[in-house]
């Protein structure tokens, strides 16, 4: 392999200087001692990506949380963190600035928050915990003086100064805690993504009219990215990785008028991407690789020893499209990575097998998919199939994206394990076997084995709870066949649980129940206030049959009154043991429980 990647640098480089060539000669050959890992382990780099953004991961997370989560993935054996940070973006995305990283411009400052339960993005509605529902509000720390959720750094901080003060000294402690653990860390962020404010301080011939973007030829575009680079460089001095991200959203490029120099880069470069599915792809491909080599020179020059890293979206039309050309173009230094298509539903696309012939790939499954956050997610065989995977293409590395600790700890175990041992890994059943006779007592283990075992294999409960969208009346449904299953499981778990004298196993057991319960719940709640809705968007439309009125209004509100939407709350409050999990339980506030007051009130006001 080394001799390879030695031929590619040198076909590579014979246009450009020696120093170049040095270097990169440098690092094949110091490549373990570069990542500071043992050159016999079957992956250099074993890690994790904790998302920020919603309630029920890192964005509502405290110091005490970061060294609990970094004290078990030093436990696992795994070695590397990164954490992404949103800068604004396309659509829903725009005003969405977290502080982990501070881009001022021009003296302009964005707007910046980690959310709390009392912001308003992420489908998330404003609501402080005393108004949480069924008393749900007591089970969450009690913060003096704040009535909220969320992160103490978001929570205490009185203005936007503070917010990012607060957020960074935090992150700051984050990566020296994992330094001392042996943990490698990562800041992340979508490169050539402005935040709002910047639209109309900008130069407006530094946009590419038609799509929107930046123009990474123009000089406002270059100090904008350097800006980001310097503040993650100096808030961030010991910062291990810089890692760049394609941005979600594919680009919808209807005939965009771009300046005489990005069409100069454009007729230069686009021949890397000649192959790509569509001219939208070479477009998207030209664009990126030209602000990644920006910031590859910049921090080069900047923190030559940060090393970097790119990534994006992984299904067709995202950064797979573009990832060979990305690949014919960049210096070899650079690690490529890639999300899983599909919220990891799919294996990551065959073409890193053939990228990782020439430089470092990580590969990058999901222990969980934010399109269903409220449920529980098995992804042992998953994990199994993706990382042995991984192995077999001879990928440099794994990365797991999650937001929940609690409802993952299976799968984090299970990729963990897969990581350490690829040519050797045990079935889905084996590790089933072990994890439950450790959580639910040997007595038990094999029959709720089995029951874990069906669901991982067969991907359910296959519900749908996106985080990033407010909740719909399609939440949660599931068919009668999986009801009837889920209703015979709950009922062999209380037996067991009924059995069991231990009183830890009979609270693991119970936790699961709970969760299954909760599944069944969020369906037929669904199900009954369904008709009010349909009735209430109806009425606003004004398609109402006034003959049939009476009936269809008498028939939503029976309808409405069977929802078990105290006994929703209170089974969800029952299994509430970390902090993820009471994220998701103010999401249930701050989406469900005020959608429920709104038709309440339309039934009560119409009426």
Known sequence: MIRTIFSKIIKRTSNHNCSFLYCSLVLIFLMPSFLGLNAADPFKIRGTLPW??????????????????????????????????????????????????????????????????????WGYRPLP??????????????????????????LFAKDKEERYARAQGLMRKVIGYAHSKGIQVGIGFEFGIHPPEFASVVPPSSWIRGVMLPDPTHPASVEILRKTIDNILETYPDVDWIWLWLHEFSMDVIRPYASAEFRDVY???????????????????????????????????????????????????????????LDRALPLDIVFSCLNPDQGW???????????????????????????????????????????????????????IHWRTEETRANLEAFASYAANPSNAQTVEEFYNK????????????KIAEKLVWYDLNREPATYSPEYYPYDV??????????????KDIAQ?????????????????????????????????????????????????????KQQWKQQFDEARQSFNKAPIESLFKTYMRRVRSRGELGVLSSINQKLWLQYLDLKNFLEKVE
């Not at 294996?347 to 409220?374: F, H, N, T, Y």
């Open 493 to 545: 778990l209380k037996q067991f649980m009924e059995k069991t004298a231990n009183p830890i196993y009979k609270t693991n057991i119970d936790w699961l129940i709970a969760n299954f319960e909760f599944t069944l719940l969020l369906d037929e709640t669904s199900r009954s206030i369904e008709p009010t809705l349909r009735l209430h968007d109806n009425w606003l439309k004004n398609k109402i049959d």
């Open 474 to 487: 399609i939440w949660g449904l599931i068919k009668p066949e999986l009801r009837e299953r889920i209703q």
């Open 267 to 325: 007729r230069r470069d686009w021949q890397y991407f000649q192959d790509a599915p569509s001219e939208d792809a070479i477009f998207t491909g030209v664009w990126a690789l030209s602000y990644i080599r920006l910031a590859y020179d910049y921090v080069h020059k900047k923190a030559p020893k940060v090393r970097l890293v790119i990534s994006g979206w992984g299904n067709k039309n995202q950064l797979p499209a573009v990832l060979t050309g």
């Open 129 to 154: 915990v005393s108004k949480f529902a069924f008393g749900s509000g007591k089970i969450f720390p009690n913060a003096p003086g704040i009535d909220g959720f969320g992160a103490d750094c978001a």
């Open 435 to 446: 994890y439950c006779e450790r959580e639910f007592g040997k007595d038990n283990s094999k």
């Open 52 to 121: 920020h953004n919603f309630l029920s991961g890192p964005s509502a997370w405290n110091e005490e949380d970061y060294i609990k989560y970094l004290d078990k993935m030093k436990e696992l054996g795994l070695n590397m963190v990164a954490f992404h940070c949103y800068t604004g973006g396309s659509e829903r995305y725009t005003t969405y600035v977290e502080p982990l990283i501070k881009i001022e411009y021009r003296n302009v400052v964005p707007e910046c928050f980690l959310d709390t339960s009392l912001t308003a993005r």
């Open 346 to 400: 799919e294996a990551q696309p065959s073409i890193v097998e053939d990228i990782a012939k020439r430089r470092l790939v990580w590969a990058i499954p999901w222990l969980e998919g934010d399109v269903r956050l409220w449920h529980l997610q098995p992804r042992v065989n998953l994990m199994r199939e993706q990382v042995t995977l991984a192995y077999k293409q001879k990928l440099d590395g794994v990365v797991a």
